[in-house]
């Protein structure tokens, strides 16, 4: 997402108006400046073209119909775009020579043929500009509130029926399936134990065949880096569900093995969970141990 709105910013900056706020504005900004910078520094005020007209220009050339408008631009991305009025301009409106031009003069110059009668006598922001600016405009704040909303669901576990991100969810069975193999070896029942733990914890459905290739392709001769790898760029609580289930599929059999211990106790570490919160897991295990059993 951040790698979205980068791109973003800097498309739309190489597109600026060399008279609108961007990149380079930006940067040479002091902190000063920063929190002096107003509504106004933004505003761009400029000539769009309308139509030719029969009116002669100062050059022997004819003079042109065009909007004066007045929006807001970040980077060159319009926030707000509105028509203040016409203007007569040479060149196709970007000429030196500019003339105020009234919706009287404008309602004379169609009465006399010299401009398109068909053309609104006073300027105004028409459905289709509105749609094309506001509408952009809106449709972005819905779609970044759109995330916003479902990264505060994730973040307050409002959306706990939801499936658990693909990213943590294989770190999870990765972990799982390294508990599993400390006694040497993956058995069937093992893998069917980890499928259940995984529609349970993650909600999400691996097949048993895609459990066994995982776990016959990992090993336990992990050194401190690889326990930490483990929990990069997850969240808290999906480090608290990794541990959750590395201990219950420990704990499936009789009683725990050593080395089944030593890597539950190393995961944490590695996780950065501190002794009170392995404890308050540990105790959560064994509750989901009761609750689920084999």
Known sequence: MKNLIVALLVLVGLGAPANAFTLDDLWSLSLDDFRSLSLADLTVTDLEFVAPTE???GNDGKMSLCYRTRGVQ???FPLTDDVLGYVLASDECTGSEIREFSADQMETAQSLQ????SIPSVAHNSFERNVRTYGVLIAIVLFL????VKKLKSLLRLNADAPMRKKASNRILSALCHAAKCDG??????ARL???TMQRLARRDYSQAEIMRLSDRVHVNLNPQDYINFGKGLRDREKDTMLLGVLYITMAGDRMLPVEYEFATSLAHGL???AEDFRRVLYEAF???EANPE
């Open 55 to 57: 009116i002669p220009s």
């Open 74 to 76: 970040i980077f060159g």
């Open 114 to 117: 010299l401009i398109d009668a």
């Open 145 to 148: 509130s759109m995330v916003i």
């Open 185 to 190: 070896l993956v058995s069937s029942r093992e």
């Open 194 to 196: 980890i499928k259940r």
């Open 272 to 274: 950065g969970i501190p």
């Open 287 to 289: 509750a989901d141990r």
